[in-house]
């Protein structure tokens, strides 16, 4: 498509919708702004015309404030609580400083519409200039009401330190990698830690690209709270029933639920059978005076199938044993790891506390491990009210074990 027949048929340029369902409600919360033209008899995405590099600037803004106008005057007649999410290129954005954009809200307002019902959303990897300046920018445009939305989380070069001193209302993450049949475990680390920082800048999770039922299933798992993609409705000149896909998303809900409580159960099981035998492991060698390095040495033979590493650690968690460790060769017995301090770990110290005051041992979450590389869980077991057992256990027994994984 040729650029010229998108600037010469402005009045063919149609917005298009794409609708985000809620997880706390399961209904329609608001609608992703995108464009069409009707050339001929065929309507064409503009995508192409906005990533078209030798397309000036000017000429995007241009189609970009006349898609959003007619958006606007459309979404008026729709509930007070809809949002609008409008795609804005960064570059073009600080271009003008926004100017053209706000311009064309506050026109709108003076017509009776609400501003805060508009999401800007942009792609922060994508910005080539000073990111202070875009900052300041980002944070005036907040002040007059707009929401802000970073988008394409987790690809090409996004960087969650920069993504954080942006301040988002939204953080929008591509599932389009779980359409593999076998993505990176990488991506679901990477998903983890985007979760973890919509929660620290207290920003709302929205997945979209969700064309399967198992990428909802993800998104649903990741803390989102708004969903997008095929899967539940696809871009449409019209605007749909709220309520068009509550039941769908209330069954899947449902069946998610159930799946989680399953597997929580699971372990926890898993987690008091874990306790018990070490409890009579325990209370069977307290009956001989050995000091901590040969108690760790006789546990492993005990657990030799459960754990490839053993170690002791006080409540400050300084190890009071050296580590046994599982090689190629069988058990070796590692003196250096004496007096090592875990403290610094995440929540070591509240495990610690955990355990002191529920007098219980427990899993930790799923994690890598730093020398061998392979996803493993940490048992920590109470001694007693100072001293602290930690037994690692091997991706190989979790595996066999369904609810560990």
């Known amino acids: 498509m040729?650029?010229?027949?998108?600037?010469?048929?402005?009045?063919?340029?149609?917005?298009?919708?794409?609708?985000i369902f809620s997880a706390d409600e399961q209904k329609v919360v608001g609608y992703e702004l995108l464009g069409r033209i009707q050339l001929e008899d065929d309507v064409h995405s503009l995508g192409p015309f906005f990533q078209d590099e030798s397309v000036p600037e000017e000429y995007k803004i241009?189609?970009?404030?006349?898609?959003?106008?007619?958006?606007?005057?459309?979404?008026?007649?729709?509930?007070?609580?809809?949002?609008?999410?409008?795609?804005?290129?960064?570059?073009?954005?600080?271009?003008?400083r926004g100017e053209s954009f706000l311009q064309i809200l506050f026109e709108e307002k003076e017509n009776g519409f609400a501003i805060e019902r508009v999401v800007m959303e942009i792609t922060e990897h994508d910005y080539k200039g000073d990111m202070n300046q875009l900052q300041h920018l980002l944070t005036y445009i907040q002040t007059c009401g707009v929401k802000i939305a970073v988008a394409n989380i987790g690809k090409d070069n996004s960087n969650l330190e920069r993504i954080g001193q942006l301040s988002p209302n939204i953080l929008k993450i591509d599932l389009r990698q779980l359409k593999r049949s076998s993505p990176s475990s990488t991506?679901?680390?990477?998903?983890?830690s985007i979760s973890l920082l919509a929660r620290k800048i207290g920003a709302t999770?929205?997945?979209?690209?969700?064309?399967?039922?198992?990428?909802?299933?993800?998104?649903?798992?990741?803390?989102?709270?708004?969903?997008?993609?095929?899967?539940?409705?696809?871009?449409?000149?019209?605007?749909?029933?709220?309520?068009?896909?509550?039941?769908?998303?209330?069954?899947?809900?449902?069946r998610f639920i159930t799946h989680e409580k399953q597997r929580l159960e699971t372990l926890f099981e898993h987690s008091q059978q874990f306790h018990l035998k070490l409890t009579n492991l325990l209370n069977k060698y307290r009956k001989h005076s050995i000091d901590y390095n040969e108690l760790i040495q006789l546990?492993?033979?005990?657990?030799?199938?459960?754990?490839?590493?053993?170690?002791?650690?006080?409540?400050?968690?300084?190890?009071?044993?050296?580590?046994?460790?599982k090689g190629e060769n069988g058990w070796i017995i590692q003196p250096q790891y004496m007096?090592?301090?875990?403290?610094?770990?995440?929540?070591?110290?509240?495990?610690?506390?955990?355990?002191?005051?529920?007098?219980?041992?427990?899993f930790s979450d799923l994690y890598s491990d730093i020398e061998t590389g392979e996803t493993i869980r940490t048992f920590s077991y109470p001694i007693n009210e100072k001293h602290f057992l930690f037994v690692d256990v091997p991706y190989a027994y979790l595996f066999e074990h369904d609810g560990l994984l």
């Open 2 to 19: 040729d650029p010229l027949d998108v600037l010469t048929n402005l009045e063919k340029v149609e917005p298009y919708f794409q609708a």
């Open 62 to 96: 241009e189609v970009d404030n006349d898609l959003l106008k007619k958006a606007i005057q459309r979404i008026q007649e729709e509930d007070e609580d809809i949002l609008l999410f409008v795609n804005r290129d960064v570059n073009s954005l600080m271009a003008d």
């Open 187 to 192: 991506f679901f680390d990477v998903l983890y």
């Open 205 to 254: 999770l929205l997945y979209e690209d969700i064309e399967v039922n198992h990428q909802l299933h993800h998104a649903w798992k990741n803390g989102g709270r708004y969903f997008q993609g095929y899967y539940l409705h696809r871009p449409s000149s019209q605007f749909i029933d709220r309520d068009l896909q509550k039941e769908k998303l209330r069954s899947e809900f449902h």
């Open 299 to 325: 546990l492993a033979h005990d657990l030799t199938n459960e754990s490839f590493r053993i170690y002791i650690c006080d409540e400050d968690g300084f190890q009071q044993s050296g580590n046994v460790f």
């Open 339 to 362: 007096m090592k301090n875990w403290s610094w770990r995440p929540y070591f110290l509240e495990n610690i506390l955990n355990m002191r005051v529920n007098k219980r041992g427990f």
